[in-house]
């Protein structure tokens, strides 16, 4: 089966929408690989810090990028991925405010992009992959035949976001992460490259009010329904 034969379905959207949560769940129940692409900026985030790395050096920052030493090991059931940088499971380091935010940085530049973009499409193998980003359909999988673009509210995303660092035993405040969220929004939706927006073709979620169940089922109904699986 070739590249272009293999399903593949795309979970874009803002922080928050509740993009990893729920493509973890998709790709373990349909037994796809599972493309985390947030996860690669936060990882070159980090990888940047921690080597010094101004957040102005274009070049220097696509170079982390391209010589990032990171591994994805699945976690048993129920259990989330374990991400290793270097040897280092960086699972919760990746997941602060703080790389978040240098994540979204890096993110905007071109250089960088370039970097990962390659990275990302070697995860189409067989039987599929649910990618989750902000612009797997409309940059890295154009021709994905399942698009969706999560969204919810504001509050609802920061209220999440405040739940699961708690959870995490990380001290979070509300309006501290609301804050960081919509200043994420503004820089994700408009900037130069590969600006965060639904594909012309995305099937848009509005999960504000809907529960992590129903938003599963709605979307494999979906890939059901375009004989995906």
Excluded: C
């Amino acid at each position: 089966m070739s590249a272009q034969q293999i399903p593949v379905i795309t979970l874009d959207g803002p922080g928050g929408a509740g993009k990893g949560t729920i493509s973890q769940i998709i790709a373990g129940q349909l037994g796809w690989h599972l493309l985390d692409s947030g996860a690669l900026y936060r990882l070159t985030a980090l990888a940047a810090e921690r080597q010094g790395v101004a957040f102005d050096n274009e070049a220097a920052l696509a170079d982390v990028a391209r010589n990032l030493d990171v591994a994805f090991l699945p976690g048993k059931e129920n259990e989330p991925v374990s991400v290793i940088l270097a040897g280092e499971e960086v699972s919760q380091a990746i997941r602060t405010e703080a790389t978040g935010s240098n994540a979204s940085k890096v993110a905007a530049l071109n250089a960088v992009r370039d970097a990962l973009l390659q990275r990302q499409r070697d995860f189409q193998q067989s039987p599929g992959v649910v990618a989750d980003g902000r612009d797997m359909g409309t940059v890295v999988f154009t021709d994905a035949p399942l698009k969706i673009y999560l969204t919810a509210n504001a509050d609802e995303r920061a209220r999440r976001r405040v739940k699961q660092l708690q959870d995490s035993g990380i001290d979070a405040k509300f309006q501290a992460i609301l804050s960081e969220i919509k200043t994420r929004d503004e820089r994700d939706m408009n900037r130069d490259v590969a600006p965060l927006k639904p594909a012309d073709d995305a099937i848009t979620l509005d999960t504000t009010e809907m529960s992590i169940p129903e938003v599963v089922t709605q979307i494999i109904d979906l890939a059901k329904a375009r004989a995906l699986v």
